[in-house]
């Protein structure tokens, strides 16, 4: 009895010394550049394929880009049935991606041999996403695309399997923990 109340006595004064947990947030999703691999660092701008995006990392709020951010998480969204959308019209639709997404994430490493990395995260408004991650298949059953869901934060990283892949995935992993 005595060492049971010890025990929890140890276990709790060893809580209270490290302190309240701070809450994930989009930018913990960066690796520190000690944590990636020989010949693996952020590239420096985004891939041309992430316009509008002029930063590296990039955290924001502008609509396209959640939207289209979220739509590389999620996969290809299903237009409406005919008739077929103007440009106009299909931009507004798919600006319905950015609904419920406070705020966005991307970032693209670069391995020496030009390999990319990419990082894009999501951070719903409330405590809780709606992303349903059985609903894409690419992320179930490709080994190049780690998905983590870090409480109201989802994020994705895409890459070619090899150690600044790994390195990446691993940190982005570890937050979930």
């Keep these: 009895m005595v060492r049971a109340i010890a025990l929890a006595w140890s276990i709790a004064a060893l809580g209270a010394q ?8 989009l930018s913990d999703l960066t690796v520190p550049a000690t944590s990636l691999p020989n010949g693996c660092a952020l590239s420096a ?4 394929s992430l316009n509008p995006l002029r930063e590296n990392p990039w955290i924001g709020t502008d609509a396209p880009a959640r939207a289209m951010i979220r739509e590389r998480i999620e996969g290809p969204i ?7 959308l103007t440009v106009k019209g299909l931009g507004a639709f798919r600006l319905q991606l950015a609904e419920g997404v406070e705020e966005a994430y991307a970032a693209v490493y670069r391995q020496a ?8 995260g999501m951070k719903f408004t409330g405590d809780e996403q709606d992303v349903d991650p059985e609903r894409d298949v690419r992320t179930s ?14 994020a994705m990283v895409n890459g070619d399997g090899g150690p600044c892949f790994q390195a990446v995935g691993a940190h982005v992993k570890s937050l979930a923990r």
């Design 141 to 154: 059953r490709n080994p190049r695309i780690i998905r983590v869901t870090i409480g109201s934060i989802v």
């Design 78 to 84: 299903v237009v409406p049935d005919p008739p077929a």
């Design 113 to 120: 041999d030009s390999k990319l990395i990419v990082v894009f």
């Design 18 to 25: 490290r302190g309240p947990v701070s809450p994930i947030m």
């Design 45 to 48: 701008a985004p891939a041309a």
